[in-house]
């Protein structure tokens, strides 16, 4: 849930600052029926931004039917232009003439049903809104990461990257609103201030997500606890209210987990080639994103780093077992553990390791 809701974000940053650059084309005269296209991402980098933070440190797995309504406001933002979408062409290409002579009539929106003006602050209002509901989350979550007994690195490195997004859209907020204003009272444009924000935000998230790719993975260990642990196996026999459908409890969590485990125990399954999380969901009934959410926060790495060290753990197996082991070549025993390849078994082997596989195997 929450790459997807990250995703939207960079895709609302990505469009704001595409349409912000369109008054310089000749996009909208040429194409009256594209006017102002683009309005709905501004109204949805708030709320992408706050449920992004949210579902990241309570550990959701779904969003709730309030979450849901935060995207009400740009709805009805979009009603609001009804007025100009039923104009003709000719009308269209007028208005967005008068546009081009006067930045002003862009920015304060008078197409709409709303006053003149009120459009762009209703934007600003929300956008702060959600900014600062980020920076309460960030708050109340902050002992649970840092303060209790359970401290583990990569969530701080996760939290800390939270802050630093949030910090750098409070900024870019606050120029928006400075550079209108600017461009109101003393008619200089400032469109490339709000821009050059914009692009340091998308840099900022592709940065991270470059050089930290596991903060896709969420939070490791279960810190939506009262008392967080850091393993499935250290709750003990802690009951929760599953009522809460939101994420997933310990006692979800373990029994999803002695699950997987079994089938993986019983029927080695991931010794066929291609083997998939889908696969998995199928063979134990237990939906994907559910499999995906649990070795998550359990183990910090994603679905194929766990079937992979499965490999490996039978790789033991097959090695005490088997007592013509020795002889195999490499491309047979990769097959053996579900490898498609000898690359791939030797590329697996070297990244896991450090070793080639022939030394690997020496120390088995």
Known sequence: MSSKLLAGLLLSLALTSTGNALPLT??????????????????CIGPFAYLYVKTVLRQSIRLTRLDWLLFLPMVLYMLNRIP????????????????????????????????????????????????????????????????LKVQIEANKDIYRFHWINTSFLLLGAIA????????LKFDIPVSRIILFFIWIEILLICFYLLTQPKILYGMTGWIQMNEPIRSLSESGEVQENDDDISHISVHHGRNILLTILDHFNTNSPFTQMGYTIADLSKEINIPSYLISTVINQEFGHNFNEFVNDARFKYLKVLKNNDPYFDNYSLEHIGNAIGFASRTSFIAAVKKRTGLLPKEYLTQL
């Open 26 to 43: 000749n996009l909208y005269l040429n194409f009256p029926n594209s006017y102002k296209i683009y309005s709905w991402a501004p109204f």
């Open 84 to 147: 100009f979408y039923l104009l003709s062409n000719q009308e269209k290409i007028r208005f967005i003439q008068s546009t081009n002579r006067d930045v002003s009539l862009y920015i304060l929106e008078p197409e709409g049903l709303l006053p003149v003006g009120w459009a762009p602050i209703f934007r600003f209002i929300l956008l702060l809104g959600f900014i600062f509901g980020t920076i309460f989350e960030l708050i109340i979550w902050k002992r649970k990461i840092f303060d």
């Open 176 to 183: 928006s609103v400075l550079g209108v204003f600017i461009q």
